[in-house]
Structures are given as C-alpha cells and as structure tokens.
C-alpha cells in the first residue's frame, strides 16, 4: 500500500486522482486532502478516503469543516499555514493540483521532503521555476509533471538522453476559438471561452487555453523541466489533441506520446511510475475512427500570450511571475464581465512593460513580486 496527499482535492485534477485511487483502494492510504473552501465537498472526500486530515485554505471554512467532520477520528485544520503543514506530512506520493499562485507554498513545502511529487501546478513552476528547480536538486525529490504535455515529454524522453535531443514540441489544442477571427474574439463571452471543444478543466485553465496563455505557461514550465535551452522548444497547433507533445532527437527520430483527452492518462502515469496501471476510460484510442491528425503554426496576431510567455522566459527571473500575476488577474476580470477576451493578453502586456522586478531569491519574494504584480494590474482595471 501507498500513501498519497492531494492538494487540491475537489478541483479537477484532484477528483480525477481520487477517481483512480478509487477504483484501486485497496492500494491507497490517503493521508491529506486540501480544497479552498468548500468545506462540505472537502468533508465528503476525507470521509470516504479515511484522510488523516483535511484543510481548507480558507480560515474562515474552518468551523464548517470541523462540522462536516464531526463523529470522525480525521483531523481539521485550516489557513495558509495548515496547508504547508499538510504538504509536509510524510506520504510517498503528493499530488499538487492547487491552481494558480496560491499553490507555491504548499508545492515547495511537499518538495523540501525529498520525496516524490505529481506536479500539476503550473503556475507555481512559472512564477519560481528557477528556485523550485533548485530545492528539487537539493533535496533529491522526484519531479513528475502531470499536464498531458509535459507528462508526454517525460515519456518520449524515458531512456534517452537529453543530450540527443534536438526539438521538444508542445502541441495545443488553439482552443474553442482558433478558426475566430480578431473581429470574433472581441465579443467573446466568458460562456464560450470555458467551453473547450476536447477537454474538461476549470474556468481558469479554460479560458487560458482558449487565449493559449496556457501553452505560454506551459512553454515555460517545459524550460524548467527539460534543460534542453528555450531555443529548442516550440509550440504547435494540433486540434484534435491525440498527439500531446514530441520528442525530436538528432538522429532524425521524432517519439510521440497518444492518448485520448482524459487528464486520467497521464495521472495514472504519475502515479503508477516507474510501472503502469489499468486506467478505466469512456472510450479508448481509435486512430481510423479519428481520420486524420492536422497540424498548423501558432497565429501570435490573434493569440499574442505565447509571444509574450516566450519574452518572460527569455527575460527569466522575476518576469515569468509578473505574467502569469497579472494573467490571473485579467482572466478573472474577464470571468467577471469587466473586459473583454482580448483584453487579457494586452492587460498583461501591459503589466509587463510596467513592472520589472529583481530576481527573487526567497520563496517570499517570490510572493512579493506576485502581489505588485496584481497591484498594478488591478489599478489598470480600475482605469478602463
């Protein structure tokens, strides 16, 4: 039996986790579960795993938690601080799935123990990639990524050398807006921008797929990975997202991983690694009922946020998290009905032009630069 910590159990990397950790019980010990808020969602899961604890990141949840969980032997906590601490609680495997900055403490936290951590928190990897990288290094984690690209790599990658390897190439879906035209997309509504035509994720990741910040971020999450260079990575639509990413080596070899769009995929990847594992799905690979694969180059008129997730790399130090702060901020101002979709990747822009720290040295400066970065990209909202 292997023990296992969710962070972020109640989004959808984390209930698609607990999906495959139920269907096989008998080999699991859960040991954390983690949401924001969602107190009742968070007590369900504890009950049903048997958690040793489990925390919401909201204090203010905390009473309702313990509520929730009341007759159990399962231990409630809750804040900022509970989270790190849960992260910190010996497990073999932890999944980070908290979504956005939020999920850097807790991630670095689980990585300080030198063990093995799933890591689908892209953002965290974005903002201290350099920092992370390092405590990796230092305390001899396991490092696996979980996003169907980057797991993708890490596969085609699998005994070779990195050495030997000429191209990484990410492949993106272009969203549910890649046949719109600039005109279309400026009276896009939060509604269709979630509305992704191959995978089922959050509003957030949604409506970064549909700007393709998301492979922006995910460009910069591959830099830290795979130390291959930025020059050899490149991005690629491909709108049927069959093939996740490839590996192109010198010896004219290209490796690519297939699967279908199921975030359970790689998932079981991680968490059956260095084996496999049986991974129940609604339906299975069939390349002749697929037809065709397509392939186009990037259009950055249309879809600049990879232009300018490629500048923040090349830049490095703090610039990455001054992107994705001020593309958090736009998107939820999106999601709220405060801009427009093509606002986002100007706000960020924007934000970039105005703001350029130092590299940060501290996980706490890390978060210093966050929170500027969100300053200013607030005041530029309450300008328009």
Same mark, same amino acid.
């Given at each position: 039996m292997r023990s296992i910590s969710v962070l972020g159990a109640t989004?959808?990397?984390?209930?698609?986790?607990?999906?495959?950790?139920?269907?096989?019980?008998?080999?699991?010990?859960?040991v954390a579960l983690t949401a924001n808020g969602n107190a009742q969602a968070l007590a369900a899961l504890a009950r049903e795993f048997e958690a040793e604890v489990a925390v919401c990141a909201d204090a203010a949840a905390l009473p309702a938690l313990r509520e929730a969980l009341a007759g159990t032997n399962i231990e409630a906590a809750a804040g900022a601080e509970a989270l790190v601490d849960a992260a910190r609680r010996p497990a073999d495997i932890v999944m980070a799935s908290i979504v956005g900055c939020a999920g850097l403490a807790p991630t670095m936290a689980a990585i300080e %123990?030198?063990? =093995?951590? /799933?890591? !689908?928190? @892209?953002?965290?990897?974005? +903002?201290?990639?350099?920092?992370?990288?390092?405590?990796?290094?230092?305390?001899?984690?396991?490092?696996?990524?979980?996003d169907s690209e980057h797991n993708a790599i890490f596969q085609c990658l699998s005994g070779n050398k990195v050495d030997h390897v000429r191209w990484i190439t990410l492949t993106a879906?272009?969203?549910?807006?890649?046949?719109?035209?600039?005109?279309?997309? %400026?009276?896009? =509504?939060? /509604?269709? !921008?979630? @509305?992704?035509?191959?995978? +089922?994720?959050g509003a957030k990741i949604s409506v970064d797929s549909a700007s393709m910040m998301n492979k922006g971020l995910?460009?910069?999450?591959?830099?830290?990975?795979?130390?291959?260079?930025?020059?050899?990575?490149?991005?690629?639509?491909?709108?049927?997202?069959?093939?996740?990413?490839?590996?192109?080596?010198?010896?004219?070899?290209?490796?690519?991983?297939?699967?279908?769009?199921?975030?359970?995929?790689?998932?079981?990847?991680?968490?059956?690694?260095?084996?496999?594992?049986?991974?129940?799905?609604?339906?299975?690979?069939?390349?002749?009922?697929i037809g065709e694969l397509t392939f186009r180059a990037p259009d950055e008129t249309r879809f600049p946020a990879t232009r300018l997730a490629r500048q923040a790399a090349h830049a490095g130090g703090g610039i990455p998290a001054v992107l994705n702060a001020a593309n958090e901020v736009?998107?939820?101002?999106?999601?709220?009905?405060?801009?427009?979709?093509?606002?986002?990747?100007?706000?960020?822009?924007?934000?970039?032009?105005?703001?350029?720290?130092?590299?940060?040295?501290?996980?706490?400066e890390v978060h210093e630069v966050d929170a500027q970065a969100r300053r200013r990209a607030a005041a530029l909202l309450e300008m328009a």
């Open positions: 989004g959808s990397i984390g209930a698609s986790t607990l999906d495959l950790i139920r269907r096989n019980r008998a080999e699991w010990r859960v %123990q030198g063990r =093995t951590v /799933a890591l !689908a928190n @892209k953002e965290a990897l974005v +903002s201290a990639g350099e920092l992370m990288i390092a405590a990796v290094a230092r305390h001899g984690t396991t490092l696996l990524p979980v879906s272009g969203g549910p807006f890649r046949d719109w035209s600039l005109e279309q997309l %400026q009276s896009a =509504t939060p /509604a269709q !921008a979630i @509305k992704h035509p191959n995978w +089922s994720m995910e460009f910069i999450e591959a830099y830290h990975l795979f130390p291959v260079g930025l020059d050899r990575l490149r991005i690629i639509v491909h709108p049927q997202s069959i093939i996740h990413s490839m590996v192109e080596y010198h010896d004219g070899s290209t490796l690519a991983q297939l699967g279908p769009s199921d975030m359970r995929v790689p998932i079981a990847s991680c968490l059956a690694w260095p084996e496999r594992m049986e991974t129940p799905l609604s339906s299975q690979l069939d390349l002749a009922a736009a998107v939820d101002a999106f999601l709220n009905g405060r801009i427009g979709f093509t606002r986002i990747p100007a706000m960020v822009e924007d934000v970039l032009n105005a703001y350029a720290p130092p590299p940060p040295a501290a996980i706490d």
